[in-house]
């Protein structure tokens, strides 16, 4: 039985075409790999690699330009060059920019914070679109469909957006305040169910510390107000009850007197604005006379100003006789039996 003989094989009939031409990209891709494959698609395998190379390097660079211009917005609102001008229009006069004991502005911490806040914010929007419009024009190039992903992720969008509603609307909330400026980290504030002193401030959840130390973690969306006492100057009230028989005059220019020399001390002078004001009789009630003094003092010392004033009118009104009223009538002595 004849035996066929072995079949040649010529390795230029096997050559694509387009690897004769010398110089070309499949003739180089031809060479490196020997795949017939490879050398055809050599051109689109160049071209779609330069073009997501570009959008890469666009992308990246856009992103850096954006961070760095953004950082110096907030670098320029933190050193005061723009809350300068803000400040002539809008802070001008206001207690709140006045020096305080330390010598420096109360309002500069709470810009810089409020600003690096919304600057970390803007970074990451900006972070986000620039890799989401990368994504999508690199799937452009790579030939996938974008018209169904658009549509699959505006229905995910939808049906995300209403499943967290209290996310959004948190997030939106602590936007908003922290753009209006409503309080910062320090002040003292009052948020209905919790009162007490600011720790942290973010975009979902505001941290208050209560004066029994309770740490409070409040959820944005859900403040419906807020009673801010540490912006601009607070109010320090002062009441006095004083018995009936007590003589009224006498005892409201006592009062005016010593609130007006312990307000000059050098221990409280610093948080004292303005001179004390004697209100005179604020109520009337079946157990005796309530007198009113009020001071307008610093962000936050309201109340030292307070206790200050009362030690020492309670004193005034002790070494001169002024008779306070009875709560309780006096009953007999116990003896104790021992």
């Not at 607070?234 to 409201?252: F, G, M, R």
Request: aromatic share 6%; glycine share 10%.
């Amino acid at each position: 039985m004849p035996i066929d003989p072995p079949v040649s094989f010529d390795a230029a009939a096997l050559m694509p075409a387009c690897a004769e031409d010398a110089g070309s990209w499949c003739a180089v891709f031809y060479d490196w790999t020997h795949s017939d494959f490879l050398a055809r698609s050599a051109d689109v395998i160049v071209d779609r690699t330069v073009s997501i190379t570009v959008i890469v390097v666009l992308a990246v660079l856009l992103r850096w330009l954006a961070h760095r211009g953004i950082a110096r917005l907030v670098a320029g609102a933190t050193e005061g060059r723009f809350t300068t001008m803000v400040g002539r229009v809008r802070r001008s006069g206001r207690a709140d920019d006045a020096p305080d004991r330390s010598g420096a502005p109360p309002g500069v911490q709470r810009r810089m914070q409020r600003a690096r806040t919304i600057g970390s914010v803007l970074r990451s929007i900006v972070s986000a679109v620039v890799l989401l419009v990368s994504v999508m024009m690199i799937m452009s190039e790579l030939g996938y469909p974008l018209g169904p992903l658009l549509a699959g992720a505006g229905v995910l969008g939808l049906a995300i957006g209403f499943g967290a509603q209290n996310l959004v609307r948190d997030f939106l909330s602590g936007m908003f305040m922290l753009l209006e400026d409503q309080y910062g980290v320090g002040d003292i504030v009052d948020l209905g169910e919790a009162v007490g002193t600011v720790e942290a401030v973010g975009l979902r959840i505001t941290t208050v510390r209560d004066l029994q130390g309770t740490v409070w973690y409040v959820r944005n969306g859900e403040i419906l107000r807020v009673g801010n006492m540490s912006q601009g100057h607070a109010v320090a009230v002062i009441d006095l009850p004083v018995a009936h028989s007590a003589d009224v005059e006498e005892a409201t220019s006592l009062a005016g007197r010593t609130a007006a020399e312990r307000a000059a001390r050098d221990d409280i002078a610093g948080d004292v604005l303005e001179t004390p004001q004697v209100l005179g009789v604020d109520k009337i009630g079946p157990e005796g006379i309530t007198l009113r003094i009020t001071v307008r003092t610093s962000p936050g010392r309201q109340w030292a100003v307070q206790r200050a004033l009362n030690g020492a009118i309670t004193d005034a009104f002790d070494d001169h006789g002024i008779p306070r009223p009875m709560l309780f009538p006096a009953g007999p002595a116990i003896q104790k039996q021992g």
